[in-house]
Structure formats: C-alpha cells, structure tokens
C-alpha cells in the first residue's frame, strides 16, 4: 500500500511539474489583426501599386480589349464574311494569350514583392514583440491561433500596433 502512494506521489508530482513550468507570465499576439491594423502595410500598398500600377493598367486593357471583340463577335458574327471572322479570332486568340503571358508574369512578380515586403514587416513586428516582452517581462509570447483561451489583459497586440505606429 505503501508503494502504492508513494507511486501515485511521484506520478502526481510528474504531472504537475509541467503545469508549474505553464505559470510563468504569458502573452497572446494576434498576428493577423497586427498586420491589418499597422500603418506600415498601407504604405506598402501605395509602394507596390506605383511600383507594378503601369504593368496592371496595361494587363487591365488587354482585358477590356479581349473582352470588346468577344462581344463584337457574338453580335456582329451573322454580318461578318468568312475573312473577317478569321481575322477577328486571330486578334483575339493573339491578344488572349499576350494577356495570359502579361498577367501570368505581373502575378508572379507581384506576389514575390509583395511577399519580400510581408516579410520585412515580419521582422519590424517580431522586433516590436521582443522588445515589449523584454519590457514587460513576459516569459513566452504565444500566437493567438495557438491558444484557446486567454485573458484580454493577456493580449498584447495592440500594444504592437501602438508600438509600431509610433516607430513608423
């Protein structure tokens, strides 16, 4: 019987040494509301869209262009010779696949910009995090999505944002 307790003791004593390491000051940041609300990622907006707002007007036309012989197409089709339809669809087919080749390369490069200057807020936000961690002495800092429940006192991401609106 003995043995008994003392093993339950050490097994209870096991179980709760990693709730006690779990008492130590946490906090919670929601990434995703940081990256919405930072004044930072507007501008990144405004850089990107006078960085690629040439390239999208011009893949914008393209569009608009395709789309005007389509319904030139559909309503003049009965009015056209053989010659004319031939020579529409040709248009069309040449100015389709400019589209698709234009939009596919202002996707990409769109996309590897707009991660390269993701990935420089990333780092502004986890130095933000660090230093108010630091500051206030937290021991871990969670991501929101990893937690079920906190206290709000417990989130600090407003506390980022108001750091990061003042550091700009």
Same mark, same amino acid.
């Given at each position: ?6 093993? +339950? ?5 096991? &179980?709760? +040494? ?5 008492? $130590?000051?946490?906090? &919670? =940041?929601?990434?995703?509301?940081? @990256? ?14 006078? $960085? @690629? ?9 393209? #569009?608009?262009?395709?789309?005007? *012989?389509?319904? /030139?197409?559909?309503? %003049?089709?009965?009015?056209?010779? %053989? ?13 389709? +696949?400019?589209? !698709? *080749? ?6 990409? %490069? ?7 200057? #993701? ?6 936000? #986890?130095? +933000? ?13 969670? !991501? ?16 980022? =944002?108001?750091? *990061?609106? /003042?550091?700009?």
């Amino acid at each position: 019987m003995k043995k008994l307790m003392n093993g +339950a003791l050490v097994s209870l004593m096991l &179980v709760g +040494a990693p709730m006690a390491a779990y008492a $130590e000051k946490l906090a &919670v =940041v929601d990434m995703g509301a940081v @990256f919405e609300q930072i004044p930072q990622r507007e501008q990144v907006t405004k850089q990107l869209k006078s $960085e @690629f707002g040439d390239r999208m007007a011009e893949v914008q036309k393209l #569009q608009d262009e395709l789309k005007g *012989l389509l319904e /030139k197409q559909q309503r %003049d089709a009965q009015l056209m010779t %053989d010659a004319q339809k031939t020579d529409l669809v040709r248009k069309m087919e040449s100015l389709k +696949a400019d589209y !698709q *080749l234009k939009g596919k390369a202002l996707d990409e %490069d769109l996309r590897r910009r707009q991660g390269e200057e #993701q990935n420089k807020l990333l780092v502004k936000v #986890q130095k +933000a995090i660090n230093d108010i961690a630091k500051k206030e002495n937290y021991d871990m800092v969670l !991501q929101r999505g990893a937690v079920i429940y906190v206290k709000p006192e417990q989130d600090i991401s407003s506390k980022v =944002v108001d750091a *990061l609106s /003042k550091g700009q």
